[in-house]
């Protein structure tokens, strides 16, 4: 059933994921030893920073728009909550903890991302 | 074939891809990221490109991206981005097919198509949110087109012998 020309496929869609895979592990290690800030942007604009390991209390950010989502901010954590688009994506990816994560909510133009950013503190000795 | 007999079998395929893509829709999919989907509907665009060809399946995904938005919501980025997946899918399916089909089966086809779908579909989003890193979901995408597309090609390339010994489309 399957023929010569698959091969290429095959050996086409391999070296594809192959790459993908290395991109994406050194774009998520490149911030090793970094804070982590979360990052939410809605229609381009970032309306917010969190340094998400610094966070002691749970949270709840609201994002009005042309739909609203509500944002749960915990320690080392944070996700999408309540939204009421349709499509439920943004909540569904449940919750971000490291460094390239991301949960977008494409109807409503919102987007959390996980960023490294390095300490103030670079090195400490004694 | 007339043109009567052919509007009106691509409208049953219009409408049979819109029934799967909703029927699609209620079956949840286990997956750390957002984005992976079973891709029942594609099976209704490799069999319109088998049976008529890349203008005809053009139309019919372009419709049904239309109708699925309007059925299930979602606004204009939701259409846009399923219209954007489907349209390159159905391009690159298109092309390898009129390659020959000699050179590739229908499920090499079909997984091909997935990951085009897959691949539009990361660009719109990154086009939107100006933004490339979500690509990070690229690798979990790309293998869960495989499979997907892989089953995908299973169920047309069956639906097509059976189709071919109705005799429907001579």
């Known amino acids: 059933m399957l023929k010569k020309g698959d091969l290429f496929i095959f050996g086409f869609v391999i070296i594809l994921i192959a790459v993908s895979f290395f991109g994406v592990s050194l774009y998520k290690n490149s911030g090793k030893n970094t804070n982590k800030i979360a990052v939410i942007i809605k229609d381009n604009q970032e309306i917010q920073r969190i340094e998400i390991d610094a966070v002691n209390e749970p949270m709840e950010i609201m994002i009005s728009g042309e739909y609203n989502d509500i944002i749960l901010v915990e320690k080392g954590r944070i996700r999408f909550k309540e939204a009421d688009c349709p499509d439920k994506v943004c909540v569904n990816t449940g919750w971000l903890t490291e460094k390239g994560d991301m949960a977008v909510c494409l109807p409503n133009k919102t987007m959390i991302k996980i960023e490294g950013q390095s300490s103030d503190v670079d090195i400490v000795t004694y | ?170």
């Open chain 2, 1 to 170: 074939m007339n043109n009567v007999k052919k509007t009106i079998l691509l409208g049953l395929f219009v409408s049979q891809a819109l029934i799967l893509s909703i029927v699609e829709s209620w079956i949840p999919v286990p997956a750390p990221v957002p984005g992976v989907k079973l891709g029942l509907a594609n099976i209704i665009t490799v069999i319109t490109i088998i049976f008529f060809g890349f203008r005809e399946a053009l139309a019919v995904v372009f419709v049904r991206c239309v109708l699925s938005s309007i059925f299930g919501g979602g606004g204009w980025m939701l259409f846009l981005f399923s219209v954007t997946g489907g349209i390159l899918s159905a391009a690159v399916m298109s092309l390898l097919y009129k390659s020959g089909r000699d050179k590739f089966s229908i499920t090499g086809i079909s997984i091909a198509g997935a990951i085009s779908h897959n691949i539009g579909q990361i660009l719109v989003a990154a086009f939107f949110m100006k933004d490339l890193a979500v690509a990070v979901v690229l690798p979990v995408l790309l293998i869960s087109g495989c499979i997907m597309g892989f089953f995908v090609g299973l169920v047309s390339s069956f639906l097509e012998g059976a189709l071919r010994k109705t005799r429907i489309f001579d």
